[in-house]
Protein backbone atom coordinates (compact mmCIF):
# COMPACT_ATOMS: atom_id res chain seq x y z
CA UNK A 1 0.00 0.00 0.00
CA UNK A 2 1.00 2.96 -0.63
CA UNK A 3 0.22 6.37 1.75
CA UNK A 4 -0.55 10.23 1.80
CA UNK A 5 0.60 12.02 5.51
CA UNK A 6 1.73 8.58 6.91
CA UNK A 7 1.17 8.14 10.74
CA UNK A 8 2.65 5.36 12.89
CA UNK A 9 0.68 2.44 11.78
CA UNK A 10 1.14 -1.57 12.95
CA UNK A 11 0.15 -4.16 10.92
CA UNK A 12 -1.39 -7.38 11.96
CA UNK A 13 -2.81 -10.38 11.22
CA UNK A 14 -5.25 -8.77 9.28
CA UNK A 15 -5.39 -5.74 11.07
CA UNK A 16 -3.66 -1.92 10.69
CA UNK A 17 -3.84 -0.17 13.87
CA UNK A 18 -3.56 3.66 13.28
CA UNK A 19 -2.44 6.59 15.38
CA UNK A 20 -3.41 9.84 13.92
CA UNK A 21 -1.32 12.43 13.49
CA UNK A 22 -2.21 15.78 15.76
CA UNK A 23 -4.84 18.16 13.85
CA UNK A 24 -5.36 16.33 10.66
CA UNK A 25 -8.36 16.51 8.09
CA UNK A 26 -9.90 15.46 4.94
CA UNK A 27 -12.20 18.65 4.22
CA UNK A 28 -13.06 21.30 2.36
CA UNK A 29 -15.01 24.00 4.06
CA UNK A 30 -17.16 25.99 1.31
CA UNK A 31 -15.24 29.26 0.59
CA UNK A 32 -13.62 28.88 3.50
CA UNK A 33 -10.26 26.60 3.66
CA UNK A 34 -8.88 23.28 2.49
CA UNK A 35 -7.04 20.60 4.75
CA UNK A 36 -5.46 17.71 3.50
CA UNK A 37 -3.45 16.41 6.20
CA UNK A 38 -5.08 13.17 7.29
CA UNK A 39 -3.61 9.99 6.82
CA UNK A 40 -4.71 7.68 3.98
CA UNK A 41 -3.29 4.07 3.06
CA UNK A 42 -4.09 3.39 -1.01
CA UNK A 43 -3.99 1.05 -3.72
CA UNK A 44 -5.34 2.47 -7.17
CA UNK A 45 -8.19 0.56 -8.26
CA UNK A 46 -9.60 0.88 -11.96
CA UNK A 47 -13.15 0.01 -12.64
CA UNK A 48 -16.07 -0.68 -10.24
CA UNK A 49 -15.13 -2.00 -7.16
CA UNK A 50 -16.81 -3.23 -3.24
CA UNK A 51 -14.02 -2.14 -0.75
CA UNK A 52 -15.02 -3.28 3.33
CA UNK A 53 -13.58 -2.87 6.19
CA UNK A 54 -14.74 -3.31 10.08
CA UNK A 55 -13.39 -0.02 11.72
CA UNK A 56 -12.72 0.81 15.12
CA UNK A 57 -12.52 4.18 16.34
CA UNK A 58 -10.91 5.73 19.46
CA UNK A 59 -11.30 9.02 19.50
CA UNK A 60 -10.71 11.58 22.18
CA UNK A 61 -12.12 14.55 20.45
CA UNK A 62 -14.78 15.65 18.29
CA UNK A 63 -14.93 14.67 14.64
CA UNK A 64 -12.01 11.94 15.44
CA UNK A 65 -12.32 9.36 12.84
CA UNK A 66 -10.98 5.70 11.22
CA UNK A 67 -12.46 5.88 7.40
CA UNK A 68 -12.33 4.56 3.88
CA UNK A 69 -11.44 6.84 1.21
CA UNK A 70 -12.23 6.75 -2.31
CA UNK A 71 -9.80 9.42 -3.91
CA UNK A 72 -9.08 11.15 -7.03
CA UNK A 73 -7.56 14.23 -5.90
CA UNK A 74 -7.27 17.12 -3.23
CA UNK A 75 -10.74 18.54 -3.99
CA UNK A 76 -12.46 15.14 -5.29
CA UNK A 77 -13.26 12.38 -2.75
CA UNK A 78 -15.73 10.23 -0.76
CA UNK A 79 -14.62 9.10 3.36
CA UNK A 80 -16.89 7.08 4.93
CA UNK A 81 -16.65 7.22 8.84
CA UNK A 82 -16.57 5.96 12.58
CA UNK A 83 -16.73 9.34 13.66
CA UNK A 84 -16.77 10.97 16.99
CA UNK A 85 -19.48 13.38 17.23
CA UNK A 86 -19.66 17.02 19.19
CA UNK A 87 -22.20 14.80 21.58
CA UNK A 88 -19.22 12.40 22.21
CA UNK A 89 -21.21 9.56 20.57
CA UNK A 90 -20.42 7.73 17.88
CA UNK A 91 -21.78 7.73 14.12
CA UNK A 92 -21.70 7.07 10.54
CA UNK A 93 -20.46 9.88 8.51
CA UNK A 94 -20.46 10.44 4.53
CA UNK A 95 -18.28 12.66 3.02
CA UNK A 96 -18.57 13.56 -0.56
CA UNK A 97 -16.36 16.92 -1.73
CA UNK A 98 -16.61 17.44 -5.58
CA UNK A 99 -14.83 20.33 -4.65
CA UNK A 100 -16.45 21.20 -1.64
CA UNK A 101 -17.12 19.08 1.26
CA UNK A 102 -20.84 17.75 1.91
CA UNK A 103 -20.75 16.70 5.22
CA UNK A 104 -23.49 14.16 6.56
CA UNK A 105 -23.80 12.63 9.88
CA UNK A 106 -26.02 9.43 9.57
CA UNK A 107 -26.74 6.64 12.11
CA UNK A 108 -25.54 7.12 15.54
CA UNK A 109 -23.94 4.11 16.70
CA UNK A 110 -23.83 1.87 20.15
CA UNK A 111 -20.18 1.57 20.74
CA UNK A 112 -17.10 3.05 18.50
CA UNK A 113 -16.86 -0.07 15.88
CA UNK A 114 -18.99 -1.35 12.89
CA UNK A 115 -18.52 -2.07 9.05
CA UNK A 116 -18.37 0.25 6.24
CA UNK A 117 -18.61 -0.33 2.46
CA UNK A 118 -18.49 2.07 -0.60
CA UNK A 119 -19.22 0.38 -3.61
CA UNK A 120 -18.30 2.02 -7.42
CA UNK A 121 -20.99 0.72 -10.89
CA UNK A 122 -19.26 3.28 -13.41
CA UNK A 123 -19.14 6.38 -11.99
CA UNK A 124 -22.52 5.88 -9.31
CA UNK A 125 -21.49 5.15 -6.12
CA UNK A 126 -23.20 3.09 -2.58
CA UNK A 127 -22.51 3.75 0.65
CA UNK A 128 -23.30 1.34 3.52
CA UNK A 129 -22.82 0.35 6.96
CA UNK A 130 -23.53 -2.79 9.22
CA UNK A 131 -23.24 -3.81 13.04
CA UNK A 132 -21.73 -7.37 12.43
CA UNK A 133 -20.58 -8.09 8.53
CA UNK A 134 -23.55 -9.31 6.64
CA UNK A 135 -26.50 -7.54 7.05
CA UNK A 136 -26.03 -3.85 5.60
CA UNK A 137 -27.81 -0.69 5.84
CA UNK A 138 -27.68 2.05 3.28
CA UNK A 139 -26.06 5.57 3.90
CA UNK A 140 -26.10 7.14 0.74
CA UNK A 141 -26.01 6.81 -3.43
CA UNK A 142 -24.98 9.28 -5.72
CA UNK A 143 -23.52 9.42 -9.26
CA UNK A 144 -19.94 11.30 -9.25
CA UNK A 145 -17.63 11.73 -12.75
CA UNK A 146 -14.08 9.94 -11.25
CA UNK A 147 -11.21 9.37 -13.34
CA UNK A 148 -11.56 5.54 -14.20
CA UNK A 149 -8.11 4.72 -12.15
CA UNK A 150 -8.53 5.77 -8.36
CA UNK A 151 -7.14 5.28 -4.76
CA UNK A 152 -9.06 3.63 -2.52
CA UNK A 153 -8.05 2.70 1.19
CA UNK A 154 -8.41 3.62 4.90
CA UNK A 155 -7.10 6.31 6.99
CA UNK A 156 -7.35 8.03 10.25
CA UNK A 157 -7.98 11.65 11.56
CA UNK A 158 -7.77 13.79 14.35
CA UNK A 159 -8.68 17.47 13.41
CA UNK A 160 -8.70 18.48 17.15
CA UNK A 161 -6.90 16.78 18.60
CA UNK A 162 -3.88 14.38 18.97
CA UNK A 163 -5.69 11.12 20.66
CA UNK A 164 -7.24 9.18 18.14
CA UNK A 165 -6.80 5.47 17.54
CA UNK A 166 -8.59 3.36 14.55
CA UNK A 167 -8.37 -0.38 14.11
CA UNK A 168 -9.10 -1.48 10.10
CA UNK A 169 -9.98 -5.04 10.51
CA UNK A 170 -10.78 -7.42 7.35
CA UNK A 171 -10.25 -4.96 5.01
CA UNK A 172 -11.15 -6.29 1.41
CA UNK A 173 -11.64 -5.18 -2.25
CA UNK A 174 -13.17 -6.71 -5.03
CA UNK A 175 -14.09 -6.01 -8.51
CA UNK A 176 -17.80 -7.08 -8.33
CA UNK A 177 -20.26 -3.97 -7.54
CA UNK A 178 -23.23 -4.52 -4.71
CA UNK A 179 -26.10 -5.60 -7.18
CA UNK A 180 -28.64 -3.15 -5.71
CA UNK A 181 -27.00 0.25 -3.89
CA UNK A 182 -30.45 1.16 -1.87
CA UNK A 183 -30.95 -2.09 -0.14
CA UNK A 184 -27.35 -3.16 -0.19
CA UNK A 185 -27.48 -6.73 -1.65
Known amino acids: MESLNPCSIVEGNNSFQLNAN ?3 DFI ?3 EEYVKDSASFYYQTKKGDFTMLAKLTSMGGNAFDAAF ?5 DTRKWIKLAVELGVDQSYNVVSVITDPWS ?3 NGELLDGNCCWLRISRKN ?3 GLHYSLDGKKWRFVRAFGMEMN ?3 SVGFGIQSPKGD ?3 GIIEEFS ?3 QPVDNFRNGN
Open 22 to 24: ANT
Open 28 to 30: CKY
Open 68 to 72: LMVRQ
Open 102 to 104: DDA
Open 123 to 125: NFF
Open 148 to 150: ASI
Open 163 to 165: NCK
Open 173 to 175: LSN
